[in-house]
């Protein structure tokens, strides 16, 4: 295995806080990871400690299986060999695109230089704007200029901080998966901070969820959203609701929804559960359970609904665009599981 990154147990403190507290986390060569989670949970500390910016109290970063930090060592950021991208991507505004983008390889000779540029002008696909000033560039534009800026010096690792923040929430998506395809082409290995799932399901291969200071699951898109590991996981990433489940005398699980057919997960887990139902494990069913509408969420292609059962418990139900039922209207649902996640019920406190 190609470690270009390796972070052993590590933990950083500002004072007496402790804001990461004990992250194992890798990155092969030329994969795009991203951490994940709410403000304040600690990326960008991280990715902060990563660069060489913030001492670690414990543990160890390794880049390129050499270590560069551990407690009471720290190697520079400018002998990392990493490039960076921040929240507002800000260009140079008095040089041209073709000088933001030299900036960096300064001292490689003219010729070396100028081929290097141009090559990142066609990698980002804007081959004809180095003699044009970053005002005259749409915001999107600006972006990938300043990404090629950030990889001419052809950087180990790249770190991008909420690299979208300051776009159009409509045009996020499109430039995370227009970045990734730029990163791959590029073969750079990089790690993304965010805490918007769109912008992390659209660039990453693999996603760390973080939660005060520590990693919660490490796993791919797909699988976050279908198991993921505890509650925290699954309220954070997409949307789902949790029905209470009890095992009938013959052992098999019982919902209001039916029974649950015990699918991809062995169910060793005893006591009061619930099981996450996504609003795709939702079907109508002519024989099934009455439910009544009581909201939706009209969003074009389709339509998401909150449904209340008999006992008030809400569930959700994706369909559709022209499923249309009014609110108060009464639907027969059932389930269809191709997995079960279950939850141990909270003790109550
Ligand atoms: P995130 O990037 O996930 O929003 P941060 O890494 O910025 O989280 O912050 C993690 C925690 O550390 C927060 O509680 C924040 O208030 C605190 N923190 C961040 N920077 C400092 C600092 N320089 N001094 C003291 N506390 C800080």
């Known amino acids: ?97 073709a000088d933001n983008i030299g900036f960096g390889i300064a001292d490689r000779p003219g010729k070396e230089r100028r081929k290097r540029i141009e090559s990142l002008l066609r990698l980002v696909e804007l081959p004809d704007a180095g003699s044009l000033f970053p005002h005259q560039l749409s915001g999107g534009q600006q972006q990938r200029i300043a990404l090629a800026r950030a990889l001419a010096p052809e950087p180990s690792l790249l770190l991008m901080d909420e690299p979208f923040s300051s776009m159009d929430v409509d045009l996020r998506e499109s430039l995370a998966r227009e970045v990734r395809e730029i990163l791959k082409r590029e073969g750079t290995t990089a790690l993304l901070v965010t805490h918007d799932q769109h912008e992390a399901f659209a660039m990453a291969d693999r996603i760390a969820v973080m939660q005060t200071g520590l990693i919660q699951q490490w796993d791919t898109a797909f699988n976050l959203y279908h198991t993921p590991a505890n509650r925290f996981v699954a309220g954070f990433i997409g949307q789902g609701a949790l029905l209470p489940v009890v095992r009938d005398n013959r052992g098999r699980l019982i919902s209001e929804l039916g029974p649950i057919p015990v699918v991809g997960t062995e169910v060793s887990k ?80």
Do not use: W
């Open 1 to 97: 295995m190609n470690k270009l990154l390796e972070l052993n147990d590590v933990h950083i403190a500002y004072e007496n806080t402790e804001v990461v507290k004990g992250v194992t986390y890798d990155l092969q060569a030329g994969e795009i990871g991203c951490l994940l989670g709410p403000s304040g949970c600690g990326k960008t500390t991280l990715l902060r400690a990563i660069a060489g910016f913030e001492p670690i109290r414990a543990g160890s970063i390794d880049l390129k299986q050499s270590t560069v930090s551990r407690p009471g060592k720290i190697l520079a950021p400018e002998q990392r060999h990493i490039g960076m991208v921040f929240q507002d991507f800000a260009l140079f505004p008095h040089l041209n695109v």
């Open 270 to 349: 005893t006591g009061n559960m619930e099981i996450l139902l996504r609003p795709d494990d939702v079907v109508r069913q002519p024989d099934g359970v009455t439910t009544q509408v009581i909201g939706k969420a009209f969003r074009g292609a389709d339509i998401l609904y909150r449904l209340r059962l008999q006992s008030g418990t809400e569930i959700l139900y994706i369909t559709h665009g022209r499923d249309n039922f009014p609110l108060g209207e009464t639907l027969s649902v059932g389930l269809d599981l191709d997995h079960t996640v279950l939850f141990p019920v909270a003790e109550s406190v």
